[in-house]
């Protein structure tokens, strides 16, 4: 089956920085989501976004489908932005639309 | 419009007993997917259902665990008999028809077998 990647594991940022997020897919995509899981455990969905850019407020997001990756950009972070980052994706050779994640990235966000 | 809605949040059961876990899509989707992640884990994807239809059913545990659709009603994922192993956190997502299509998650139930 398909294998997402992402990277780095871990990342530590002072408030105010900025950051980029990699997810790299082995295979050609239907879908691609990004996610964050807040310390809660609610998975938000960011962006739906199989191809091209989106940009809502600090977050954008690119995928470049042809090369298999897309990344997430974090502008101006905020301690409210701490969780984990998961990708998921829709394999375009699956069988059907079900979504596979990768192993996420932990994003800890200091005052 | 109402997100997926999950229930119950917490599930604390023991030994040997049986789980049941709720969960309502979103108006106008009929597709809906469980995945089960397990603690400093990512999700996994478990079974796939349409009204009345196992789709996918791959990601399942071969016993214990089943899980339905009805024509009417929420979507029931159960686990029969559970063991400390099946603690994890159980998320619903549900999608409208089709491939290329943005999935929406529950809260996600989170069971503790003690």
């Known amino acids: 089956g398909i294998q997402v990647e992402q990277s780095p594991p871990d990342l530590i940022l002072q408030e105010g920085a900025n950051s980029t997020l990699r997810c790299n897919f082995s295979d050609s995509v239907n879908n691609l989501q990004w996610f964050h899981q807040n310390p809660w455990g609610q998975l938000i969905n960011l962006f739906y976004?199989?191809?091209g850019t989106k940009q809502n407020g600090r977050l954008s997001a690119t995928t470049v489908a042809t090369e298999r990756y897309s990344l997430l950009y974090i502008s101006s972070s905020q301690t409210t932005d701490s969780g984990v980052y998961f990708c998921?994706?829709?394999?375009?050779?699956?069988?059907?639309?079900?979504?596979?994640f990768g192993k996420g990235i932990t994003l800890s966000v200091r005052p | 419009n109402a997100g997926v809605m999950q229930n119950p949040r917490h599930l604390v059961r023991r030994r040997g007993q049986e789980a049941r876990l709720r969960c309502s899509p979103m108006k106008g989707h009929s597709h809906v997917y469980w995945y089960r992640q397990l603690p400093e884990e990512g999700l996994k994807f478990m079974v796939y259902l349409q009204k009345e239809n196992i789709i996918d059913e791959s990601g399942m545990p071969k016993e214990r665990f089943s899980a339905e659709f009805p024509k009417e009603g929420p979507s029931i994922l159960r686990i029969q008999q559970v063991v400390r192993g099946d603690s994890a956190a159980y998320f619903c997502a549900s999608s409208p028809p089709g491939a290329r299509t943005e999935a929406f998650f529950g809260q996600g139930t989170r069971l503790t077998v003690v």
């Open positions: 998921a994706v829709v394999s375009y050779t699956g069988a059907n639309s079900k979504l596979t």
């Open positions: 976004i199989p191809s």
